[in-house]
């Protein structure tokens, strides 16, 4: 498997279904990045299979985003056709086979629906190391927590920040130690 | 010295000022001396923030040659400096450096907001949640060069301002507690800031933005 369309097309997602069964909940091979979902109480498993496995080693994690689906403006909300929910993508490259995969994993907005409970991710940063500082990244401005992480702190914001500033329904703050916002 | 006529110098040969006083004299005022002095090298912290810092630097580099107005001596420590250029996006996390720096100085000492982003929050002043909406916030700020990063050309402008303000500096001693007449308010991290000369009020506008 050395083409560049070498997990385009059912073959590759049937590898992956084959090994874990049950763990890809959605896919769309043919678009300019493919795609395959997994439930996020799988991520870490088909992450590992992805980096490990003998066909096409994605052995370098390019980004890691996070998604905020929301509409703050409800009458807007009212139109759109998602549910509001947060979505991960991981962006992962091979670098020996020379092509591209993304992993998308569905979160809800809040844990339990409790405003200010982040929801949970399993950790990758255990699978490629670059993870590290892209969790922390996303727990910093989009608040999701990472579980297994080893130093889940914020990385750009002052340690005292409150709120995850990439989220839709962020509140700019109005002064920050005395220094008024506007 | 002696008077001699040379047609080759650009005043048609007058000597500049050797000769228009008396032999070997030239009259000043020792305010007038200092100010000269201290206009004519000013010294700058090594300090930029973001982008604008390239102009900064384009403007300290042969082409535009700060050094030309005394100012090229660009120094690492804030108790060497005389100036502060901000140069560059004040972010909330900066800012406590930002007024450490400026505390760090000694007296006299100018501060430059240099571009948008310093002068009033610039393209972040709404949706930047991140961004000090003008460094006049945190320090006092003597002149702003506007410009998105501003030309090197507008930055020695800014300086020349400077200059011109060092030039009305009065060094008579004032009456013990008293204050300069043009000194500007020293914000109080709270965001407002209070008059230097007045009753201490509070003072809305410096900013245009009415709380």
Not at chain 2, 5 to 33: C, D, H, K, Y
Request: with cysteine; net charge neutral.
């Amino acid at each position: 498997m050395t083409s560049r369309e070498s997990n385009r097309g059912p073959g590759f997602v049937d590898l992956v279904e084959t090994a874990l069964p049950g763990a890809v909940t959605g896919r769309n091979l043919e678009a300019l990045d493919p795609w395959i979902e997994c439930p996020p109480a799988r991520l870490a498993e088909v992450c590992r299979w992805l980096k490990t496995n003998p066909h096409v080693r994605f052995d370098a994690l390019e980004c890691i985003t996070a998604v905020d689906w929301f509409e703050p403006d409800p009458k807007k909300a009212a139109k759109v056709a998602w549910q509001p929910h947060i979505e991960l993508v991981y962006h992962l490259w091979s670098t020996s086979a020379r092509v591209s995969l993304v992993v998308k994993v569905k979160l809800p907005r809040w844990k339990d629906d409790v405003p200010g409970s982040l929801p949970e991710a399993p950790s990758v940063a255990g699978i490629w190391r670059t993870a590290d500082w892209h969790e922390r990244e996303v727990y910093d401005l989009s608040g999701i927590h990472f579980t297994g992480h080893p130093d889940l702190r914020r990385i750009l914001c002052p340690e005292d920040w409150e709120g995850y500033p990439l989220r839709r329904d962020y509140v700019m703050p109005l002064e920050y130690h005395g220094i008024r916002g506007r | 010295m002696t008077q001699s006529f040379n047609p080759s110098t650009p005043s048609g040969g007058r000597p500049w000022i050797e000769g228009r006083f008396e032999e070997n004299m030239v009259l000043t005022t020792v305010e007038q001396a200092i100010n000269w002095a201290r206009q004519s090298s000013i010294w700058p912290m090594t300090f930029g923030l973001a982008c604008c810092a390239i102009e900064m630097m384009a403007a300290g580099a042969s082409r535009y040659d700060l050094d030309r107005f005394g100012a090229g001596a660009f120094r690492a420590t804030p108790r060497q400096a005389d100036l502060m250029i901000v140069a560059g996006t004040v972010t909330y996390k900066m800012a406590s450096r930002v007024r450490r720096l400026y505390n760090l100085m000694p007296d006299p000492k100018y501060v430059i907001a240099m571009g948008a982003c310093t002068t009033g929050g610039g393209p972040y002043f709404k949706w930047g949640y991140h961004v000090v909406k003008g460094v006049d916030l945190v320090v006092p700020v003597d002149v702003y060069v506007p410009g998105c990063p501003p030309r090197p050309e507008s930055l020695l402008e800014g300086l020349m301002r400077i200059q011109d303000k060092i030039l009305g500096q009065r060094i008579a001693k004032r009456p013990e507690g008293g204050k300069v007449d043009d000194e500007l308010p020293v914000p109080h991290h709270s965001g407002y800031v209070t008059s230097a000369v007045g009753d201490g009020t509070l003072v809305f506008d410096h900013q245009k933005v009415q709380p």
